[in-house]
């Protein structure tokens, strides 16, 4: 951890947070049974989505990765602030409630990325393919 650029964040986290992965912030979704863009297109064919619902269903995905990827690239930065603050040896309490208040605004931002797209998903499908996704999911 101490040859890490950003010791919060690993390479791998990093890599992760730009390429827009999920990093299972939506599960309280999931694990209630909400399905999310990603898995749904993972399971199309099990579930027996139209090629109109996959269209869709694409776009929300699309969009969402995009605003991850944006919103991982805020919480790097104020990640990277936090860094820049202790190498520099002279974070105030002040500094660090600001610096720290905007990492917890960036990763509230993620989340909610994640987690409001699976308020978008059930909208198109019919109770029998959320059950399925339900049933393929375990």
């Given at each position: 951890?101490?040859?890490?650029?950003?010791?919060?964040?690993?390479?791998?986290?990093?890599?992760?947070?730009?390429?827009?992965?999920?990093?299972?912030?939506?599960?309280?979704?999931?694990?209630?049974?909400v399905?999310?863009?990603?898995?749904?297109?993972?399971?199309?064919?099990?579930?027996?989505?139209?090629?109109?619902?996959?269209?869709?269903?694409?776009?929300?995905?699309?969009?969402?990765?995009?605003?991850?990827?944006?919103?991982?690239?805020?919480?790097?930065?104020?990640?990277?602030?936090?860094e820049?603050?202790?190498?520099?040896?002279?974070?105030?309490?002040?500094?660090?409630?600001?610096?720290?208040?905007?990492?917890?605004?960036?990763?509230?931002?993620?989340?909610?990325?994640?987690?409001?797209?699976?308020?978008?998903?059930?909208?198109?499908?019919t109770?029998?393919?959320?059950?399925?996704?339900?049933?393929?999911?375990?």
């Amino acid at each position: 951890m101490e040859g890490r650029e950003i010791k919060s964040l690993s390479a791998e986290d990093i890599k992760d947070l730009r390429a827009g992965r999920g990093w299972s912030l939506a599960l309280a979704a999931e694990l209630n049974g909400v399905p999310g863009p990603a898995h749904l297109l993972e399971l199309k064919d099990g579930i027996g989505l139209s090629p109109d619902q996959v269209l869709t269903i694409e776009a929300i995905f699309a969009a969402m990765q995009a605003e991850a990827q944006a919103a991982g690239e805020r919480l790097i930065a104020a990640e990277a602030a936090i860094e820049a603050a202790f190498r520099a040896d002279d974070p105030t309490p002040d500094a660090l409630r600001a610096l720290t208040d905007a990492t917890a605004e960036a990763w509230a931002d993620l989340r909610f990325i994640y987690v409001s797209r699976h308020l978008e998903t059930p909208l198109l499908l019919t109770v029998e393919q959320i059950a399925r996704y339900n049933e393929l999911r375990g």
